[in-house]
């Protein structure tokens, strides 16, 4: 443990056992400096992990002040222990009432998938867009852009590959309509009706959507919303089952957040590899991380070309433009073959504008302003929930994208919470969307990429009385029916 | 019949006979006038009636010229005659093979499915991109578009549906990723794997994809080259076997250019209203007629929502802003939902680039130059087809659409032409990708809708002579098996 590290944890623990109570003005960091004996900057780092770890909370022109952020994210939730049996899948009604609840500005966004517009470089793109159609009327070359799509993408996207140390050559890659068929086209590549695939709980609604349309049966698999799946769980079933595939997001989940350690990724490549297992690899967010290394997909591991790997521009550029891509291993020549029977080829003006953009601006330089952004905009949802929902919840804290993953009361219903909320003009995405048998039925998902205002601070409250109102009708309900019995 | 049809019936006749012969110089409109005793407009109009059959030929300033254009057209290609088996489906190579040689610049695009590029207005479809980028750059509103998709596209497309006989609610419709979504989302829709779904022979090979990928069975029923199919036919199939749905071409099918006569359209209807089977529409070529009226959709006489009318702006606008929709009837709701599951939406962009396209020019301007543009390339390559190809084959003359169907000699391997054409730098689409068990070895789909030129005109110079070489070949062949025997 270096010294800062100490001393936060030091402070931390002085919070934690309330000697630093909540609200009272922490010590400067020029105080902590000469009573400790380190440099100001040693003090300064202390005290960004104790901000990070939600224990002190920086004030502008004012300073530090003790925080009780860590109480929400302290206690984990517990992982997932699904049933482990096999199922037909079918898609929760409610996915669809989501989207069309993202359409209605009114309504504060909790429950939206997408990114916040305002996070994404719209004017560039639509520069870029411009360009392109302008090109386009002079020497129109629609036909070069036929799958497997725009050769300049993806040799870039095969670069940001080697960069994050999977080797992928632009031959494997079929540009997509969007990151959701990648995920189609990549699990209908591996799989025939009626295969058996291997799934996280929670999962990614899509994923149920997509397995639902192609007449596949899931299997759900241990899962814990910090580290992800459990691997030995996930060993233990594919010697039961005959397992085909896997589709998971090994890195910043779909609701929950987890990132697999690298050691479990490994591993998992290993496990898949001896069984000739595919794994379609979501990784939809993967370039959303906050820490100081882009962590490493399962692909990395790959050894046998057994990965379809799914990306997307729609969590870093923008949801609009629809595009997407499939490294899909040994499977790229299905893929290619099954996108043609789908949509044929993905708009050609559009993937040349994304070439363009990807040209002319610094897309590392956008990420990194967009990952401290969204860093930011996590920490202070957390402090609303903590504000708003304290004491009734927990929540996860994930290590990059945008979900926070919320553990409320048992006894809340997170659907009848997701219908009172959607009538005072707040969506929240509910924990059953996420599962085959509409289990968490006390979770929600939050959407923490939208800025902080006003509106989103009376919405939380609003979540936070309605949670409130729940435990006390729920409370009536307990008491009254032990006298009915 | 009327007058003028009678002049060019006698005309037509003296021609048939060898009485005018071909390449004399034709009475002038003014000699017939005065021979038969009509006026100029009725003699002119004989005229435009002999053109059109491909008796004469009006040669610029030089009058008119006996023709035999008509000798390729004027015996018809049989219907065709599959063995009504079920059976599972495969997509052709050669089709993957194809969308590669369109992509090449250098190679004649006879085999290309795609419509010429200087048909398309790209200048006024990229400036209203251009606009609608601008727009979003100020108000970013991408949810809005999210399925169904843009309204005022959906009236829009309600409305000309409405001008075509068919009632359909823009609720009906969905918008998406060209017209190949909406055909797959049509066909998922309506079957579940393993359903039986009868098809015309030939068929679209998309449509064979799709039922691969889907993994349906097919059952051929037998289809005429100009009327489509033989609805007695598939009333017998439909009897005997247990067939979930229909996927057919009613209007100007691919490759064959068929046009289902209204009668047997309204007939179709029937007999799938009576069996409760769905009908997935490809309408794909629908607005692409040449004659005075728009055929009427086989949507229009449907009165249980059974039929799921797939159209395109690919054909008409342009293939590389990939939209189409779908007018799903009672199937509106699951292809809503199934589009959520394989692209979740369509590039919000293009949709609302071609909605501004509408709103700002006249769509129906633009239909009535591009059709009779069309209508004069299929007549220049008509003539191409009669010089080169004369006495070695049979093609249709469809009355829209942009394809020509030649039947060859029976001894020419249409993939062997393909192959060898390939060669010389000429594309051609061979019969056998056109049929679940690779029938119409010797027939070859052309494109007609690019313009003809000195390079076009030697790419069919071209095919004519490696027709020409197949004949002696095979001749050779025939000689020797004899004496071998």
Redesign the interface.
């Known amino acids: 443990m270096r010294r800062y590290e100490r001393i936060a944890e030091d402070i931390g623990s002085l919070i934690r056992r309330g000697v630093l109570p909540v609200g009272q003005r922490a010590p400067s960091a020029r105080a902590i400096s000469l009573s400790h004996g380190v440099s100001l900057g040693t003090a300064l780092r202390a005290y960004e992990l104790l901000v990070d770890r939600g224990f002190i909370e920086a004030l502008p022109r004012s300073g530090y002040y003790v925080s009780s952020l860590w109480r929400a994210t302290a206690e984990p939730i517990a992982a997932s222990h699904p049933s482990g049996a096999s199922r037909t899948v079918g ?1 929760h009604p409610i ?2 009432e989501l ?1 069309d609840a ?2 209605d ?1 009114a309504i504060v966004p909790f429950g939206s998938p ?1 990114i916040s ?1 305002d996070l ?1 470089p ?2 560039r ?3 870029c ?2 360009v392109r ?2 090109t ?2 002079q020497h ?1 070359n ?6 497997p799509g725009n050769g300049e993408l993806r040799e870039y996207i095969g670069t940001r590959y080697a960069h994050a140390g999977a080797a992928v050559s632009p031959d494997e890659i079929v540009l997509t ?2 990151g ?2 990648a995920l ?1 086209l990549a699990l ?1 590549a591996a799989c ?3 295969d058996l695939v291997a799934i996280e709980s929670p999962a990614f609604y ?1 994923c149920m ?2 397995l ?2 192609l ?1 596949l049966r899931a299997v759900e698999v241990p899962t814990h919303p910090q580290h992800g799946i459990d691997i030995g769980a996930l060993t233990d079933i594919i010697q039961r089952k005959s397992v085909r595939a896997c589709w998971l997001m090994p890195t910043f989940h779909n609701p929950t957040g987890a990132l697999m350690p690298d050691a479990n990724k490994r591993e998992l490549a290993r496990v898949l590899a001896r069984h000739e297992i595919a794994l379609i690899e979501d990784a939809a967010y993967e370039e959303l991380y906050f820490g100081a290394h882009r962590p490493k997909p399962v692909k990395a591991y790959d050894t046998k070309g057994l990965v379809l790997h799914c990306g997307s521009f729609s969590k870093s550029l ?5 595009l997407g891509w499939l490294a899909a291993g040994r499977y790229a020549q299905d893929a ?3 996108k ?11 993937q040349q504008a994304v070439a363009l953009y990807l040209q002319r601006f610094s897309y590392e330089r956008h990420l990194r302003v967009l990952r401290k952004t969204l860093q930011t905009r996590q920490l202070t949802m957390l402090q609303g929930v903590q504000r708003y929902l304290s004491g009734n919840c927990r929540v996860t804290r994930p290590q990059g994208g945008y979900y926070l993953w919320v553990e409320l009361p048992e006894y809340v219903d997170a659907v009848k919470l997701y219908r009172d909320a959607l009538a005072s003009g707040v969506s929240v995405a509910p924990g059953p969307i996420f599962s085959v048998r509409s289990e968490f039925t006390h979770c929600i998902r939050l959407n923490c990429s939208y800025p902080w205002n006003a509106t989103t601070e009376s919405a939380m409250q609003t979540l936070g009385e309605l949670v409130a109102r729940c435990s006390k009708s729920e409370g009536v309900v307990r008491q009254t029916r032990p006298a009915a019995a």
């Open positions: 898609a996915v669809f989207f993202a359409r500005a997408f517009p994404c719209l004017e793109l639509a520069r867009l411009r159609a302008s386009q009327m129109p629609w036909i070069e852009d036929l799958p309509s969007g959701m068929e189609y209908r025939s009706h009626g899509g959507q997509a639902e349309v007449g923008s949801p609009g433009y629809r290619r073959r099954i043609t029977a789908v949509t044929i080829a993905t708009c050609f003006l559009v």
